[in-house]
């Protein structure tokens, strides 16, 4: 399984995509208390704005790692669906918007200060894509028989090569 983590080709199953998301939360808990600790803060209280340079690169760095893991399972979970790039786009997009409320509380920075509307607003359209993405990748069934991304994992090779070309 470790072998195909990091595979753009092909198809992955829920079960596939569900155990790399529950070892991705897992690792994630245990690196932000990492952080915690390492750093003697709370990364999860809203006293983000105490964050240093250094805390900041911490809790970035601890992001980027999260979505370098998710993003080629999740590549091939949409493929399982039928769906391409476009819509793994779409889907970071909702997730990353996230960060955008992170960053602008970062002194350091020296950005204007979002209105508590305008951090509801972006947590409310990111809130809507990463439910839409959870759901679509992580619960709706993939495509039956050979699509556009291979064969049906369930299947196995697949019984008409005319389909790739």
Known sequence: MLRSLYTL???ATRREYWTVFIAVVLAAILGYA????????????????EF???????YFSMSFGISAVMLPITLRRLHD??????????????????????????????????????????YGIG?????????????LRGTEGTNL???????????????FR
């Open 81 to 122: 669906r039928n769906k391409g790039v476009g819509w793994l786009i779409f889907y970071t997009f909702g997730n990353l918007i996230f960060e955008v409320v992170e960053v602008s509380y970062l002194p350091f920075l020296n950005l204007p200060t979002l209105s508590q509307d305008t951090i509801y607003t972006i």
């Open 149 to 163: 991304f291979g064969p049906d994992p369930f299947v196995g090779p697949i019984s008409d090569p005319e389909v």
């Open 9 to 11: 080709e092909g198809r």
């Open 34 to 49: 990492a952080i915690e600790l390492l750093f003697g803060l709370s990364i999860f209280s809203a006293e983000t704005s």
């Open 127 to 139: 809130g809507i894509i990463s439910v839409m993405s959870l759901i679509d990748v992580g619960c």
């Open 52 to 58: 240093t340079v250094g805390e900041a690169l911490a």
